[in-house]
Nanobody, 127 residues
Framework: QVQVAESGGGSVQAGGSLRLSCVVSTNTFSDYTMAWYRQAPGKTREFLVVIATRSGAPYWRTSVKGSFTNSRDNAKNTVYLQTDSLQSDDTAIYYC????????????????????WGQGTRVTVSS
């Protein structure tokens, strides 16, 4: 597991966009599979996308596929989450995390898979 620092959140109106960033502290970032998650008020943390190390296709949560996109810059140790067409139910704290290999629990039960989390970045969408 790695140390991460998320940023880029804020308050937007419905239909707006935000670009979230996650900088990862490791000397071997290109070896790490990364993922984005979010936790809405009163709900459990849910996975959004798993981002492969290099050329593999991302694995998306169905509900955000098409609205959100991801990118990865191995030279900057950074993954990005572009959130478009934001709606009020996208209001949440957004987190990233990663490891050399992400098992099924990283998707189905991330609290079980990861021992620690960053501070996250808060996204608030008003209607």
């Amino acid at each position: 597991q790695v140390q991460v620092a998320e940023s880029g959140g804020g308050s937007v109106q419905a239909g707006g966009s935000l670009r979230l960033s996650c900088v990862v502290s490791t000397n071997t970032f290109s070896d790490y599979t990364m993922a984005w998650y979010r936790q809405a008020p009163g709900k459990t943390r849910e996975f959004l996308v798993v981002i492969a190390t290099r050329s593999g296709a991302p694995y998306w949560r169905t509900s955000v596929k098409g609205s959100f996109t991801n990118s990865r810059d191995n030279a900057k140790n950074t993954v990005y989450l572009q959130t478009d067409s934001l709606q009020s139910d996208d209001t949440a704290i957004y987190y990233c995390n990663g490891d050399r290999h992400l098992g099924a629990d990283s998707v189905n039960n991330p609290e079980l898979f990861f021992k620690s989390w960053g501070q996250g970045t808060r996204v608030t969408v008003s209607s």
